[in-house]
Nanobody
């Protein structure tokens, strides 16, 4: 089974910082891109940051200059450093791996996109 597991969410005051991390299961062979999405209550899930296997990361306008995404392509992990957090950053943050190739039932298998279970980030005083 191919899995992603996020960690690092929590409660932080406005202006504070958090770092989210996401790790893939050991059977993942390659990933073309990794991303962070978030979903606030009552809202649709939105892209926060995307980092490709090659090239520069991209960010939602609302987080540019405050969030930084980084990736370890060998370990298939991705992190999101979030600074100057505001209440509007509150939501469940999801890690996504795109274009996943993994060992499934002892065979290299095209899996496609894989989502993590999400981690709650709450920005409140």
């Amino acid at each position: 089974q191919v899995q992603l597991v996020e960690s690092g969410g929590g409660l932080v005051q406005p202006g504070g910082s958090l770092m989210l991390s996401c790790g893939g299961s050991d059977n993942i062979l390659t990933v073309t891109g990794m991303a962070w999405h978030r979903q606030a209550p009552g809202n649709q899930r939105e892209l926060v940051a995307f980092i490709p296997s090659a090239g520069r990361p991209t960010y939602a306008d609302s987080v540019k200059g405050r969030f930084t995404v980084s990736r370890d392509a060998v370990k298939n992990t991705v992190s999101l450093q979030m600074n100057s957090l505001q209440p509007e950053d509150t939501g469940v943050y999801y890690c996504k791996a795109e274009g996943v190739f993994a060992v499934v039932s002892a065979m290299p298998t095209w899996v496609g996109d894989v989502w993590g279970q999400g981690t709650q980030v709450t920005v409140s005083s």
